[in-house]
């Protein structure tokens, strides 16, 4: 089930939880752990370090929802910490927030407020895993509390509402401190100064309603001199002739653009769109190998 960028309205009386920033994953505990990422496939082997939670007896047949993250020095999560866990020795750790299956039943048309009580009342924790606390508050209170823990914002959820899965929904808003995206980067302007024979800035877009790849912008920022390297030879290894934007788009990027298949997303933070439809003051963040290129949209308030 996912998430949809909105502003949650009076009438509901909405939970509230941290948001987390890291890669979502679901956890079938039986006979061992397998742990499934967004595009439904095996990551299990990427996180040895939550293995021993298909071994824990209080998890044995449940199917857990969650996001796997790595937390800085003062317990954040941290997006670039996930990206360089394997270079630094770091482990990541399961945030359970769902229960979907137990004792042999699917729990998920059950109200998310059950489905709660009953992930709470299982007492799941470990080295690398626990169920964290819902946010007491109001939403004027709970953004408060978790801008000045740094954390990137809340999700609240319907306290009626069924698990639907793979589906973006209104039951589930997510409330952003700064915006941050998904983007597909389909190609690039090539670098000048000291960046001369490498990337200037990415060109990223997103799929509209119509599957054509829109132009959200070039991001420049947030990148060293060894990662444009890297992304520079990535990008060129699936270069292509043409543009994979659409035509309209294309046409308002510099001439000398290298253009690429649009298979790499990359998750972005900026201060706002513009009126034109371009991102202002963008800021790379990371890779997210657990997005599909194709489920990349243009983010909108419900």
């Not at 941290?78 to 399961?94: G, N």
């Not at 990148?223 to 520079?232: P, Y």
């Not at 706002?272 to 290129?293: A, C, M, Y």
Request: include cysteine; proline fraction near 6%.
């Amino acid at each position: 089930m996912k998430a949809r960028l909105g502003d949650p309205g009076k009438g509901v009386a909405w939970n509230f939880e941290v948001k987390w920033d890291g890669y979502r994953a679901i956890a079938f505990c039986s006979g061992g752990l397998k742990l499934q990422g967004r595009r439904l496939n095996e990551i299990g082997a990427d996180f040895p370090e939550i293995k021993p939670l298909g071994s824990d007896s209080r998890a044995r047949g449940l199917v857990l929802d969650g996001e796997l993250v790595v937390v800085d020095e003062d317990g954040r999560p941290d997006f670039q910490l996930m990206q360089s866990r394997r270079e630094r020795q770091l482990e990541a750790h399961f945030m359970i927030f769902d229960l979907l299956w137990a004792d042999g039943t699917d729990l998920r048309p059950m109200p998310y407020l059950e489905r709660r009580a009953r992930l709470e009342a299982l007492g799941l924790t470990g080295p690398t895993w626990s169920v964290p606390e819902r946010l007491a508050g109001e939403l004027n209170e709970v953004l408060e509390a978790t801008a000045a823990l740094g954390l990137e914002g809340v999700v609240a959820k319907d306290p009626d509402s069924p698990y639907v899965s793979g589906r973006r929904t209104n039951y589930w808003l997510k409330v952003k401190h700064v915006k941050r995206q998904e983007f597909v980067i389909g190609g690039w302007l090539p670098g000048k100064g000291h960046r001369s024979g490498s990337l200037g800035s990415l060109l990223v877009g997103y799929y509209d309603g119509n599957s054509e790849l829109r132009l959200a912008g070039r991001v420049g920022t947030g990148m060293g001199d060894e990662l444009l390297a890297e992304l520079f030879a990535t990008l060129s290894a699936s270069a292509r002739v043409d543009s994979p934007f659409v035509a309209e788009d294309a046409a308002s990027i510099p001439r000398g653009a290298g253009w690429c298949e649009p298979e790499l997303v990359i998750e972005v933070r900026f201060t706002e769109w513009t009126r034109e439809g371009r991102l202002r003051n963008p800021v790379f963040v990371g890779f997210r190998p657990d997005k599909s290129p194709r489920e990349v949209v243009r983010e909108e308030p419900a």
